[in-house]
């Protein structure tokens, strides 16, 4: 067992207080360290966001936690996720759910995360590279839709791409702090419910 791991895993429980025991259970099923570049590999369990290249940052374990949380995975759904990063976020949906989709803009962070997600054999996976913006049409609808950069709004093209009946998870607002925002779809209507403030890195349109 990953002692690291699981102090990650009981910190998120005890500290924020988030049960879901699924979710926890999964996280500790995968090496963070193995989606971290080796100098910061001392911090890849620790309780903040870690430097993954090109600006950008691999989620702080809580946040990651919690927005997987949100979504309510069964074990069959379809997922899109956009800004893949360094995968991990994907490699935790791809043990809840059927099938996941993930999009990021960077082309060296997306070959990155392909390559590292196929070696450690997550291989319910897709890696592309493009702008979340326009989601992944090709494979839609989606039974959830997870976005791990910062919005100012919701592109329309993503609650287009979203199933009647799924969930959209994304930090949305001006500026720095982004609220966490759960959108449902029903019908033509988009029930949307509002969590706590997280910081993060911004989603950048083309
Ligand atoms: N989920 C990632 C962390 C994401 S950080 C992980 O588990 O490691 C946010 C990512 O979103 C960054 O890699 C950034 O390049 C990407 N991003 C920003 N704007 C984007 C866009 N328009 N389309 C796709 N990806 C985007």
Redesign the pocket.
Known sequence: MNRKGEMMVGEIREKYGLKSPQVLAAMLRIPREE?IADKFRKIAYSDG?VP?G??????QPYT?AFMTDLLGLKGDEKVL????????????LSLLAGKVF?????DA?SRE?RKRLRRLGYKNVEVKT????YGWNQEAPYDAI?????LEWVPEELFRQLKDGGVLVAPVGRGMDKVMIKYSKRGKKIIKKQYGIFH???????
Do not use: K
């Open positions: 989606f966001p993954i090109h600006g950008q940052t691999i989620s990651v996720e956009v800004g893949t990063g360094s995968g991990y976020q994907a490699a935790l993930t999009v990021e803009r960077i962070l995360a493009g702008s979340g913006e997870l976005v791990t950069a910062g993060f890195v911004p989603f950048v349109e083309e």
